[in-house]
């Protein structure tokens, strides 16, 4: 177990890999998605493209349809064609200009909408069953191929292997039409007299939740109030094509039992679905055979092999145990590991059918060996989850998706590499969304996110009408996720109940994780805040109306920022921007709901009263700085048993952005962090030197297995000239292995100007630097129930700080893949340089999307220097990069 501590101690966090290509993509098949090139899409409205038997011949003409897109949904390619106005830009989206017409308003017909293609299925294929894949349609499908009705799909989160083979035209042109209506209830955006109180709009009237689909599509607050005009309608996964042999194997699953207590074997029960595809009569005979790859090996060895005999189209679930193969016992197993606790190792399986000795098919998959439960056994009940026996204090967040599904590969892993970054160890899921990807849960396993999942069902909407189609929609996404080590948790719903039998059902598929039937209860506490408030109150514990909120496990934890204040001129006309067009700002914020024009602002303000956009953006990336380090830092201090309060975890609320809007949190849509990303990425490092603004003392917390002990902390004052008003030491400081040293030292306030900074460091007894951090700080006190506090007002002065000198060099660096900046600082004035910023431009002048930074919005003070890099791929940078560096008191400079 020592030699097990040691090598998590050791194991490195990289966020600076090649992003892993998706696994789910395989190979031997061919896809049908726009972007491949392959196949040519085209559209056309139910009731003006003709007869189904006629449109899905090859050879019809489609040339007066529109061109599409897939996957995208079907108001995606109307704007695309120019049709309908983007929702996207400024408030064209509102629902009272008519310029995009609701589903609700207009019918569900106005929304329906025939997808054709054509495509030559390959030679080779003959002999064979001829297949297509369909991932996933919102909300209802007909398919049709060369004439024929194949098959009809309900539910947004439903697969289907669709068996073409009879009509197929083998080496030869064949058509493929798809007819998609959208939800069946599609609900009217808009206030209902029940629901959470104060968030009446959110889900609209609740008939949306009779689908089994995304259901903030009708509209929330934290992204458009009143909906997507089209509740997203549309083939909003991949189709693709490929062949089989007689006899198929699907949907393996790898169950893995660890011993305990020294987690040094694991018992695997492997299950794979045989079916057979044959329609005589006859019972066949079939081999199955398993074989697996091993972390630490280059080539697969068998597990098992076994014959099962099949009669016409039967598909059989085959259940293989140790206690038959003995290989399916696995000696010191690689166990996988939450991000920061440890590595991610991940093993593969596959499995073959073969017929008469001949390959049939074959299937393959990722699985990682870890245990997870969820406990009860804590001073006040309250859930802790465990990972191989070891309590997981969660720093995560909510997880929001795009608002029209335009999630490509490329930005999922952009969205999974920043979320990393931000060092968050758990992702929700949130039940109003949708069941991510394949790709998404593969990036999962890699990074080492723990992943909460819920099963489309809310608290604001009402529950499915058809059950049947529910189950369908739930068990085909078990199936698709359930070999993923990340998947930690089900849970049916947000703030809800469940649909009878889901558990059962859940129980039956999978069996491995732990299961709750709503997100706020069994240990887990609801939620709040969720909007801008005094930043005090995260210390005081009175930032929620609903009373104590930093105490056990809260699911949704969080506050309002901005976006870069650039990103604004990306989606805003330049007269609804400064001064704010309130009208627009708040239908861009929820309809007012976190409070941008009104708390953000009067926050904003208690840094001096802005007089263009670009102060004002600086002062609320100051505010969001500020919020995350008084969120992260209380709930670090409360970590377990070690602080005031009893906590096992809290889920920030929400990091990312589902459309262009004026509020954000930890980057915009256009993926430009903000201030909030770095100080979130500095506040959940595994080992962390922190400042109460409430009690005026400094703590240390520990991420680590390892305790760390003969620690030295340095606390130096700065007044707001940069005179440096005392030091404090403090030596020999031990902190508990995976615990927290709290109030080890305490700082008084003498003599201090009414702005004044706190640069604390964190040594090892050799001298190295595990930890630093910067605090500013005013002489204000709270009164409660204003915007006042240390932390929160008397900063008026801090415009009137001396310029500092700094000088900039940049270094260009570069692979096959990525273009690298090395940017270094070095403050060589006797001023502290505050709150620098780090940015790579375009030729339009606005920072680049796609750039991933180390670090930003730091602060240097006198004689300190500090390089910065920034990482972008080829494929996106522009012709002539510039880096941009600006500080809050440091003159602007362009490096070509």
């Not at 300190?864 to 500080?887: F, M, N, Q, W």
């Amino acid at each position: 177990m020592k030699r097990l501590a040691l090598l998590l101690l050791l194991a490195p966090v990289s966020l600076c890999a090649a992003v892993s290509p998706n696994l789910a993509r395989r190979a031997d098949r061919i896809y049908f998605d726009s972007a491949d090139g392959v196949v040519q899409w085209k559209m056309c409205r139910h009731d003006q493209a003709g007869q189904a038997e006629l449109i899905s011949r090859p050879g019809f003409d489609d040339s007066g349809w529109l061109n599409a897109r897939v996957p995208a949904t079907v108001l995606t390619n109307l704007v695309e064609n120019k049709i309908l106005p983007d929702p996207y830009f400024s408030n064209n989206n509102r629902l009272s200009k008519g310029l995009i017409p609701d589903i609700n308003d207009v019918g569900r017909g106005f929304y329906t909408y025939w997808f054709r293609t054509e495509f030559d299925v390959p030679a080779d294929y003959a002999g064979k069953k001829v297949w297509l894949h369909a991932e996933g349609i919102n909300y209802r499908a007909e398919f049709w191929v060369n004439g024929h009705l194949y098959s009809t799909l309900t539910g947004m989160f439903r697969d289907d292997d669709i068996d073409i083979t009879e009509f197929a035209n083998i080496g030869g042109r064949n058509a493929l039409a798809v007819l998609v209506y959208p939800v069946d209830f599609p609900g009217r955006p808009g206030k209902k007299n029940w629901g959470a109180p104060g968030e009446y709009n959110n889900g609209g009237d609740g008939f949306i939740g009779l689908n089994s689909t995304m259901l903030m599509s009708v509209g929330w607050d934290f992204t458009y109030w009143d909906g997507i005009r089209d509740r997203n309608t549309g083939i909003w996964r991949s189709i693709s094509l490929y062949s089989t042999g007689p006899v198929t194997v699907r949907n393996p699953f790898v169950r893995s039992t660890l011993s305990h207590p020294y987690y040094d074997s694991a018992d695997l029960t492997v299950s794979v679905e045989v079916g057979s595809r044959y329609v005589d009569g006859r019972t066949h005979k079939a081999r199955v055979v398993a074989e697996i790859l091993t972390p630490d090996r280059t080539e697969y060895y068998e597990l098992f092999s076994k014959e099962v005999e099949l009669y016409r189209e039967e598909i059989q679930e085959l259940t293989l145990t140790p206690k038959e193969f003995r290989r399916l016992r696995i000696h010191e197993p690689k166990l996988w590991w939450p991000l920061g606790k440890g590595e991610q190792p991940l093993y593969k399986l596959r499995v073959k059918a073969y017929v008469d000795g001949e390959l049939s098919d074959s299937t393959e998959t990722r699985f990682g060996i870890r245990e997870i439960v969820a406990s009860r056994s804590t001073p006040d009940e309250s859930k802790l989850f465990v990972v191989n026996g070891k309590p997981i204090f969660v720093r995560g967040s909510n997880w929001i998706p795009e608002a029209m599904l335009k999630d490509d590969d490329k930005r999922m892993a952009a969205v999974l590499r920043l979320s990393a970054q931000c060092g968050f160890n758990l992702l929700r899921l949130w039940g109003g969304g949708i069941v991510e990807s394949d790709y998404f849960h593969q990036l999962c396993d890699e990074y080492g996110f723990l992943v909460w999942e819920e099963f489309f069902m809310t608290g604001d909407t009402r529950h499915p009408h058809d059950r049947a189609t529910y189950f369908a929609n739930v068990e085909s996404s078990v199936k698709r996720i359930r070999n993923h080590p990340c998947v930690a948790f089900y849970v049916a719903s947000n703030e809800s109940t469940e649909v009878s039998g889901t558990r059962e059902l859940i129980e039956k598929l999978d069996g491995t994780r732990p299961w709750q039937q709503q997100s706020e209860c069994d240990g887990i506490h609801d939620g709040s805040p969720y909007v801008q408030v005094n930043p005090m109150l995260h210390y005081l514990d009175q930032a929620s109306p609903r009373g104590s909120r930093v105490n056990g496990f809260n699911p949704e934890y969080g506050f309002t920022g901005l976006p870069h204040y650039t990103s604004l001129q990306r989606f805003l006309r330049p007269e609804e921007i400064w001064p704010m067009d309130k009208a627009v700002w708040d239908y861009l914020d929820g309809s007012g709901f976190g409070k941008v024009t009104t708390t953000v602002k009067a926050l904003a303000d208690n840094y001096g009263e802005s007089r263009s956009i670009k102060e004002y953006g600086w002062k609320t990336q100051l505010l969001s700085a500020m919020n995350c380090k008084a969120i992260w830092d209380v709930w670090n201090y409360n970590k377990l048993w070690y602080g005031d309060r009893y906590c096992t975890g809290t889920l920030f609320w929400s990091h990312a952005s589902p459309i262009p809007m004026v509020k954000n949190h930890m980057w915009d849509w256009y993926l430009i962090p903000t201030a909030a990303l770095y100080h979130t990425m500095h506040a959940l490092e595994p080992v962390h030197v922190q400042f109460d603004y409430l009690k005026n003392t400094v703590s240390v917390y520990n991420d680590r297995l390892t305790s760390l002990s003969e620690l030295s902390i340095v606390a130096r004052i700065y007044d707001i000239n940069s005179k440096k008003i005392s030091t404090w030491t403090v030596h020999g400081v031990n902190v508990p292995a995976d615990g927290v040293a709290c109030d080890v030292m305490r700082l008084s306030f003498k003599k201090v100007t009414p702005v004044h900074f706190i640069a604390l460091e964190l040594r090892d007894k050799s001298g190295k630097l595990l930890s630093s951090n910067f605090y500013w700080r005013s002489t204000d006190k709270y009164e409660p129930g204003t915007l006042t506090g240390p932390c929160t007002s008397g900063f008026e002065s801090l415009q009137k700080m001396p310029k500092a000198d700094v000088r900039s060099s940049l270094v260009k660096r570069s692979d096959a893949d990525n273009l690298y900046f090395d940017v270094t600082l070095k403050n060589g004035s006797g001023k502290i340089a505050f709150f620098n910023e780090v940015l790579l431009l375009g030729g339009n002048g606005l920072p680049v999307p796609y750039t991933f930074t180390s670090d930003n919005y730091f602060t240097l003070l006198p004689g300190e220097s500090k390089t910065v890099t920034l990482e972008i791929a080829r494929g996106d940078a522009p012709a002539r990069p510039v880096v941009h560096v600006e500080g809050w008191n440091v003159p602007e400079k362009t490096l070509k």
